[in-house]
């Protein structure tokens, strides 16, 4: 099994910051993409930030510049640093995960999703 862990979010004023992060645990032997998503209210859930192995990043327009995904290999995690929150920012963040672990396989996995709410 895998395990995912995120941790960070929590209620902020508008130009205010906050860093999410997503811990991965269990029999894993290689991880490949780590990215965010964000599901607003009444909206369909949408790729915030994307990272590659080797460190390529990529970002939806609406918040480049703001945020910046980051990962640390050895520790199987990923992080999303926010800054110039804006209320529209307000959502559920996801991490999703895919790699290759011991005893599964191929594994394309889904954090429990954190609460991020940006106040006017």
């Known amino acids: 099994q895998v395990q995912l862990v995120e941790s960070g979010g929590g209620l902020v004023q508008a130009g205010g910051s906050l860093r999410l992060s997503c811990a991965a645990s269990g029999s894993i032997f290689s991880i490949n993409a780590m990215d965010w998503y964000r599901q607003a209210p009444g909206k369909q859930r949408e790729l915030v930030a994307a990272i590659t192995r080797g460190g390529v990043t990529n970002y939806a327009d609406s918040v480049k510049g703001r945020f910046t995904i980051s990962r640390d290999n050895a520790r199987n995690t990923v992080y999303l640093q926010m800054n110039s929150l804006k209320p529209d920012d307000t959502a559920v963040y996801y991490c999703?995960?895919?790699?290759?672990?011991?005893?599964?396989?191929?594994?394309?996995?889904w954090g429990q999703g954190t609460q991020v709410t940006v106040s006017s």
């Open positions: 999703n995960v895919k790699g290759f672990a011991l005893n599964i396989g191929t594994f394309d996995y």
